[in-house]
């Protein structure tokens, strides 16, 4: 595993949730990384931002370490839920809130 894939995984599974994404939580870079970040905040997730803007390693790194072709990318619990358009969805749908509970993930917008 090379550097960046073993920096990668620490981060997904050091993390509760963690958010790869283009720009911090606090100034997004993309309308999507954007989407992603008002609903964890809505939500109270406690999460980890990552700016792959930052190192044109990490965001190619990402895309592999997941096989998954576009960012945002929300890991829980170390496991992969999907990028922009599945969180939005599962907002939508009141599902990411009994998601992130049946992970154990604390949310202040219950379902």
Do not use: H
């Not at 790869?20 to 997004?28: H, L, N, Y």
């Not at 964890?40 to 406690?46: A, M, N, P, W």
């Not at 999460?47 to 790194?61: F, H, S, T």
């Amino acid at each position: 595993m090379s550097d960046i894939q073993t920096f990668i995984d620490n981060e997904v599974k050091s993390n509760d949730v963690v958010l790869f994404m283009k720009g911090t939580p606090a100034f997004p870079q993309c309308g999507f990384s954007g989407q992603v970040v008002q609903i964890l905040d809505y939500l109270g997730v406690d999460y980890k931002g990552i700016n792959v803007l930052a190192d044109a390693d990490i965001r190619q790194g990402i895309k592999d370490y997941s096989n998954w072709p576009t960012i945002p990318q929300l890991y829980v619990k170390g496991e992969f839920v999907g990028g922009c358009d599945i969180i939005r969805e599962m907002f939508q749908a009141g599902e990411i809130q009994s998601y992130f509970t049946e992970k154990g993930i604390a949310v202040a917008q219950p379902a």
